[in-house]
């Protein structure tokens, strides 16, 4: 069974710090483009990163460039989102979602096969 959950959200503080887990079963990552998205109240889902098994590539919206890093433990099926320095504007929900095996690229929100339940990450004082 093909699964994806994220874990790691929670409430910070502005300029806190969270790290995001999504952990794969059921298949394995190497052969897949991991994203993570996130969705605000009354918002479109949007996307915020991307790490690409094909050939390593990184993508990031530019509204968290310098302040996340996105990173793969093939060992461990899992990929983590590193948020630095947290905004208010960053609470969502977020989620991971997978790509592949035969196309694992990052692509748009319409091309990933495969999502997780979504974690809860607050920024508020």
């Known amino acids: 069974q093909v699964q994806l959950v994220e874990s790691g959200g929670g409430l910070v503080q502005p300029g806190g710090s969270l790290r995001l887990s999504c952990a794969a079963s059921?298949?394995?990552?190497?052969?897949?483009?991991i994203g993570w998205f996130r969705q605000a109240p009354g918002k479109e889902r949007e996307g915020v990163s991307c790490?690409?098994?094909?050939?390593?590539?990184?993508y990031y919206a530019d509204s968290v460039k310098g302040r996340f890093t996105i990173s793969g433990d093939n060992a461990k099926n899992t990929v983590y989102l590193q948020m630095n320095s947290l905004k208010p504007e960053d609470t969502a929900v977020y989620y991971c979602a997978a790509r592949g095996p035969y196309d694992s690229r990052c692509g748009s929100i319409y091309e990933y096969d495969y999502w997780g339940q979504g974690t809860q990450v607050t920024v508020s004082s």
């Open positions: 059921g298949f394995t990552l190497d052969y897949y483009a």
């Open positions: 790490i690409s098994s094909s050939d390593g590539s990184t």
